[in-house]
């Protein structure tokens, strides 16, 4: 089977952003955490005000309205097609 991610908690993002404020690599902050050094360069590159500019409190706080987005919304083209196959009984299977 695939394997399974987790999102970075806010003390993973504390800890990326202190150790980029002691002028840390990516290399090394990811070794130190047990993560890939990709995830943390997206996550810095995907969250950062200016170029290495990260801040872990405006991180927080920003990704917490991006969770609550869906395909399915309201009034959304992909939701109504979506129920209007339910209706039919079509499955994706």
Not at 50 to 75: C, D, F, I
Request: aromatic fraction near 8%.
């Amino acid at each position: 089977m695939g394997q399974e991610y987790q999102r970075l908690c806010s003390e993973e993002r504390n800890f990326i952003q202190r150790s980029l404020n002691l002028g840390h690599d990516i290399r090394l902050i990811a070794n130190s955490m047990g993560r890939s050094r990709v995830t943390i360069w997206r996550e810095i590159r995907r969250n950062a005000l200016k170029r290495y500019a990260y801040n872990a409190t405006a991180v927080g706080l920003s990704s917490q309205p991006r969770r609550g987005l869906v395909k399915l919304r309201e009034g959304s083209a992909v939701r109504h097609y979506a129920f209007g196959q339910i209706r039919l009984a079509c499955s994706p299977q």
